[in-house]
């Protein structure tokens, strides 16, 4: 028998959690289907703490036990803009070659650790906002990796991890959509940190993470005055 077989592991869930969109949209969407949910946050070296605190406040507010973990070790791995304020952001994509913001082996570290995590805490759901519509270039939120790491790591534990991706065919228009259909579209709107200078809300409205978000949302607010 394996170790989360004798836990009631199916009704639990570890949210990989930014503060950013994506991922409080896959918090609140964890909450509805779940009976208990946890949060896991990762310092990695990035230019800005702000996310970690938005996200430690709004799991707060969820009554989400939160933890932040620290694995700045990747950023000196690695030369990119997202870890290394010298290093001018990519604002423009460039044809097949994943964009100066793309951090690597981050989500393969991030995911991994999470199910180490959830394996100690008896959880099998792991959940994380990666999304191939709108996947920037970074080829670990394509649904092929987040397949083959799904099986890597249950054969790796000997466990029975799902790895769910809420957001992996919805665009940002979609994702706002989403975020209003979980009632907290005001909340993902004003809260959050998606921007890749560390400027809540709004954001910068200059790096690629503020225009897709912003985009995204112009779509969905322009077709939803129409219904």
């Known amino acids: 028998m394996c170790f989360l077989s004798a836990m009631n592991e199916n009704h639990a869930a570890l949210v990989l959690f930014s503060g950013g969109q994506d991922s409080t949209v896959c918090l609140f969407w964890a909450l509805r289907r779940f009976e208990r949910v946890e ?3 990762f310092r990695y070296g990035q230019r800005h703490v702000a ?3 938005a996200a430690r406040a709004i799991a707060g507010e969820a009554g989400v036990p939160f933890t ?3 694995v700045a070790v990747i950023a ?3 030369v990119n803009s997202l870890t290394d304020a010298s290093v001018a952001m990519d ?3 460039i044809g097949g070659v994943p964009p100066n913001t793309f951090v690597p ?3 393969l570290l991030f995911i991994s650790l999470a199910a180490i995590m959830a394996r100690e805490k008896h959880i099998a759901n792991i959940v994380t906002g990666v999304s191939q519509a709108d996947y920037s270039g ?3 939120c394509r649904d092929t990796f987040i397949r083959s790491l799904n099986v890597t790591l249950n054969l790796a ?3 029975q991890f799902v790895i769910h991706t809420p957001l992996m065919w919805r665009n940002k228009k979609e994702v706002w959509q989403l975020a209003d259909e979980l009632g907290v579209f005001e909340l993902v709107k004003t809260r959050t940190i998606t921007c890749y200078n560390g400027i809540p809300a709004d954001g910068c409205g200059e790096c690629p993470s503020c225009k897709l978000r912003r985009n995204g949302l112009r779509e969905y607010e322009n077709s939803h005055q129409y219904q």
């Open 39 to 41: 949060a896991v946050c």
């Open 51 to 53: 996310e970690i605190e």
């Open 68 to 70: 932040a973990t620290d």
């Open 76 to 78: 000196g791995l690695t």
């Open 91 to 93: 604002r423009e994509p």
């Open 105 to 107: 082996g981050r989500n």
């Open 138 to 140: 970074y080829p670990d």
């Open 157 to 159: 534990m000997e466990e």
